[in-house]
């Protein structure tokens, strides 16, 4: 077992603070992702909170502020469980890297998202308790190490959003945020925000560093070390995106029909409507077979069998959702200067020998 208990192949970019992701074969198996192969994302060192001490403060635009325990938690409020995929905004940033330098950034491969069973209070019932007030524009959540974002009141009174303490039906691991973390489907995971200790109703976004500076999408010809808090696009509701996990990039297969396999996945109030894939660099698309999603705020694990000859082949896929959206074709459309929703078409470069013993995947 690896670091934070995470698989002994995990693709750690950083030890402290911790950021990791899955090898492609191994995110590519399970529609509900097992812990020990879920990414991770940190910005400072990891909490180790003590759950009997542990307090949610709800304060700000509400009639009775409240602050509770978490058996509190438990007792007073209706236990829901909630599949959802996170992503994070930075996902697959290495190929928008590889298109134009992206200093100072975590180059997270296609494999910083994952899935899981989240279990806990709805945030909507918790605000209810405490009486939101109409002011409240957005709710505002803070974590024991100061990091922080907001969700417009629409999303944060939604029956999915979860404050959530089981995670695939254990307690939730510090490494996820354990012993209390915020699941926000739909949105960048972000706004997911761990350790959580602070629920805040107010009329404004948060002014958190994370909300205000960090996860922007900054114009192309702009200088993150030099732009302004509050400038380039707010990121929230996540962006259609898709990858191919298998076969992996730059791996040698046997020639003939190859198994290609990977996930799709919509933004907020949106559903994956269809995924397609070339094998001759976008002219002629075949729809893959998409998998049933374990819920609606989960995925949805795609696969096609192609014919590759001999040679150098490149695969190519592209997801569109329920509003006809499609991802755009290439990485130079999206580019970023801080690197974030690179939702550009997903090619893997492969090749192809005859009488090769490869196989496509790990699995
Ligand atoms: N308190 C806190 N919450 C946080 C973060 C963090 O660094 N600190 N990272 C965020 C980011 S950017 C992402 S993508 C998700 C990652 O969740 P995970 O580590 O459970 O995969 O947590 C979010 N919540
Ligand atoms: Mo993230």
Same mark, same amino acid.
């Given at each position: 077992m690896g670091l934070w208990g995470k698989r002994d192949d995990t693709v750690v970019h950083e030890e402290r603070p911790f950021n990791a992701e899955p090898v492609p074969d191994a995110l590519d198996r399970h529609d509900v992702t097992p812990v020990d192969t879920f990414f991770s994302r940190n910005h400072a060192d990891i909490q180790q909170l003590d759950p009997d001490a542990f307090r949610l403060d709800v304060d700000g635009l509400v009639e009775r502020p409240l602050r509770l325990s978490l058996a509190g938690l438990r007792e007073r409020f209706a236990v829901r469980t909630v599949v959802a995929t996170l992503q994070c905004a930075g996902n697959r940033r290495a190929e928008l890297a590889a298109a134009r330098d992206i200093p100072g950034q975590v180059p997270w491969g296609p494999c910083a998202v994952s899935t899981a069973e989240w279990t806990g209070a709805a945030l909507a019932d918790v605000l209810a308790a405490a009486g939101l007030r109409p002011e409240a524009g957005h709710v505002a959540f803070l974590g024991a190490e100061a990091f922080g974002g907001s969700i417009p009141v629409a999303k944060a009174t939604a029956r999915e959003v979860l404050l959530a303490w089981g995670m695939n039906g254990a307690p939730l691991p510090p490494v996820h945020g354990g012993p209390l973390r915020v699941v926000v489907p739909g949105y960048i995971g972000a706004r997911s925000v761990k350790w959580l200790r602070r629920v805040t109703a107010q009329e404004r976004p948060s002014d958190n560093r994370f909300q205000a500076r960090d996860y922007r999408l900054l114009p192309a010809d702009a200088d993150p070390a030099e732009a302004a808090q509050g400038h380039g696009l707010s990121l929230g509701v996540a962006a259609l995106n898709a990858a191919v996990l298998c076969p992996q990039e730059g791996r040698t297969l046997p020639a003939g029909p190859v198994r290609v396999s990977g996930y799709a996945a919509a933004g907020d109030g949106r559903a994956v409507a269809r995924v397609d894939v =070339? %094998? /001759?660099?976008?002219?002629?698309?075949? &729809? #893959? /077979?998409?998998?049933?999603?374990?819920?609606?705020? #989960?995925?949805?694990?795609?696969?096609?069998? !192609?014919?590759?000859?001999? +040679?150098?082949?490149?695969?190519? #896929?592209?997801?569109?959702?329920? =509003?006809? #959206?499609? &991802?755009?074709?290439? !990485?130079?459309? %999206?580019? @970023?200067? =801080? +690197?974030?929703? @690179?939702?550009?078409?997903?090619? !893997?470069?492969?090749?192809?020998?005859?009488?090769?013993?490869?196989? =496509?995947?790990? +699995?």
């Open positions: =070339s %094998v /001759d660099g976008g002219r002629h698309w075949r &729809q #893959a /077979d998409l998998g049933e999603p374990a819920g609606p705020w #989960a995925w949805r694990r795609w696969r096609l069998t !192609v014919r590759l000859p001999p +040679g150098t082949a490149e695969i190519t #896929a592209r997801a569109w959702d329920d =509003s006809a #959206a499609v &991802q755009p074709e290439r !990485v130079e459309h %999206v580019w @970023n200067p =801080s +690197g974030y929703m @690179n939702t550009a078409w997903s090619t !893997v470069r492969v090749t192809c020998v005859e009488n090769g013993d490869g196989r =496509s995947c790990g +699995g």
